[in-house]
């Protein structure tokens, strides 16, 4: 139990559709990232933030983008969704002075379907 | 562009014994690794770490070692215990926050 909830746990959307995701941190974690976990792969990072502000982003394209609010929950907003977006989405919390060094807590993943 | 590579995708191992989980590295701007375990249906929970300034790091029966120049990292499990049985995630960190995983190692334990 880490204490870092997500949701929905699973969803379908097809193509082309827009899809939010939400991550619920432990308290006091000024840092969250998000991560994509394609099938037989492990995670990749997506985008970082501290405090409300984006502070680090992987290589994905500007329709995938974030929002952090003071209440230590989080979303990962998904536009134009395609096929290759299909996969688990983890979020992860740490206390944060920008994360580094810091362990990240992973909640257990929303698993989005695109058709 | 894959930075961190878990090359063996399963490990089967008899209770009581070794399992020995091996990452390899490309990137000599890694100044830290961890190691991490996902059950079925939950997020990957931090095991163990180790900074790029050590070659070893203990915590029971977990054991992390680093080899810089060879750009190689294991993990040790002794003994081996059926509650291990998981996906086993090797992890490096830059300054610049952002974790590269490896694609994972599932590791049975059998009775």
């Known amino acids: 139990e880490t204490g870092v909830t997500q949701s929905p746990t699973h969803l379908i959307k097809t193509r082309g559709q827009q899809v939010t995701l939400r991550c619920s941190s432990q308290?006091?974690?000024?840092?969250v990232s998000w991560y994509q976990q394609a099938l037989g792969q492990g995670p990749q990072f997506i985008f970082q933030?501290?405090?409300?502000?984006?502070?680090g982003r992987g290589n994905f394209p500007p329709r995938f983008s974030g929002l952090q609010f003071p209440n230590y929950s989080s979303e990962l907003n998904v536009n134009a969704l395609e096929l290759d977006d299909s996969a688990l989405y983890l979020c992860?919390?740490?206390?944060?002075?920008?994360?580094?060094?810091?362990?990240?807590?992973f909640g257990p993943g929303t698993r989005l379907t695109v058709l | 562009d894959q930075q961190v590579k878990q090359n063996s995708p399963s490990l089967s191992v008899q209770e009581g014994r070794i399992s020995i989980l091996n990452c390899d590295y490309t990137n000599s701007m890694f100044d830290y690794f961890l190691w991490y375990k996902k059950y079925p249906a939950e997020g990957p929970t931090f095991l163990i770490s180790?900074?790029?300034?050590?070659d070893k790091n203990e915590d029971g029966r977990f054991t992390v070692f680093l080899n810089k120049s060879a750009k190689h990292l294991s993990l040790h499990i002794v003994p081996s215990q059926p509650g291990d049985s998981a996906v086993y995630f090797c992890a490096a960190l830059r300054n610049d926050y952002k974790l590269s995983f490896g694609a994972g190692t599932t590791v049975t334990v059998r009775a």
């Open positions: 308290s006091g974690h000024n840092t």
């Open positions: 933030y501290y405090r409300e502000e984006e502070n």
């Open positions: 180790i900074s790029s300034i050590k």
């Open positions: 992860a919390s740490s206390l944060g002075t920008s994360g580094i060094l810091d362990t990240q807590y």
